[in-house]
């Protein structure tokens, strides 16, 4: 069964880089992985699929400080020039014979 | 622009049922599928149903099979969540998403969502 694994939190300076992680489980590293984003009291927003081979398609009006990569089973989110809004939840998601997958959710604080 | 604008929420006693629905605008409706995403209060995501574009096929989550029934109208553009004997931990907010049009089970736009409380 396939699984996504993200670290609960994450912190980053205002105007620094971050760069989060999504792990595929065991047998599933070719899957491409949706990042998924949620400010504070606010529904999701959909930022890119990145696919195994790291390129990525961001979303309608997502700049390009967001940015993804590929390594293995892991897909990465790097977000660059950290900005007060980029406070938020971050999810990732993909899906396995007609079901769909999210990962538990990686809390981004911007210090 | 993209617009997706569920209704229908509020607060139900366990075991009664309630009907959700989501309003789309700015694209054409009847040719995406779409899908039914809920979220627990300080939870994370989950994903509940999908429905083809054309009404043909629909998938569900094992914890509302049998309970819960997606439907669309494209003539309104509108999505349904039909949600019977429902539970406490049926309490979220439910969101509506958009399929990517290549790639069904991926989503890439999300409407605001709305609350369902069960509780006696």
């Known amino acids: 069964q396939l699984v996504l694994t993200q670290s609960p939190s994450a912190s980053a300076s205002l105007g620094a880089s971050v760069k989060l992680t999504c792990t595929l489980s065991s047998g599933h590293s070719s899957s491409a992985i949706a990042w998924h984003q949620q400010q504070p009291e606010k529904g999701p927003r959909f930022l890119m699929k990145v696919n195994r081979d790291g390129s990525h398609n961001r979303g309608d009006g997502i700049p390009d400080r967001f940015s993804g990569s590929s390594s293995g089973a892991e897909r990465y989110l790097t977000i660059s020039s950290l900005q007060s809004e980029d406070e938020a939840d971050y999810y990732c998601?993909?899906?396995?014979?007609?079901?769909?997958?999210f990962g538990g959710g990686t809390k981004l604080i911007v210090l | 622009q993209v617009k997706l604008v569920e209704s229908g929420g509020g607060v139900v006693q366990p075991g009664k049922s309630l009907r959700l629905s989501c309003s789309a605008s700015?694209?054409?409706?009847?040719?995406?599928?779409m899908h039914w995403v809920r979220q627990a209060p300080g939870k994370g995501l989950e994903w509940v149903s999908v429905m083809w574009h054309d009404g043909s096929n629909e998938y569900y989550a094992d914890s509302v099979k049998g309970r819960f029934t997606i439907s669309r109208d494209n003539s309104k553009n509108t999505l349904y969540l039909e949600m019977d004997s429902l539970r406490a931990e049926d309490t979220a907010v439910y969101y509506c998403a958009r399929g990517e049009m290549a790639t069904i089970f991926y989503f890439d736009f999300w409407g605001q969502g709305a609350l369902v409380s069960v509780s006696s």
């Open positions: 700015g694209f054409a409706f009847s040719n995406y599928v």
């Open positions: 998601q993909t899906w396995d014979t007609g079901n769909v997958i």
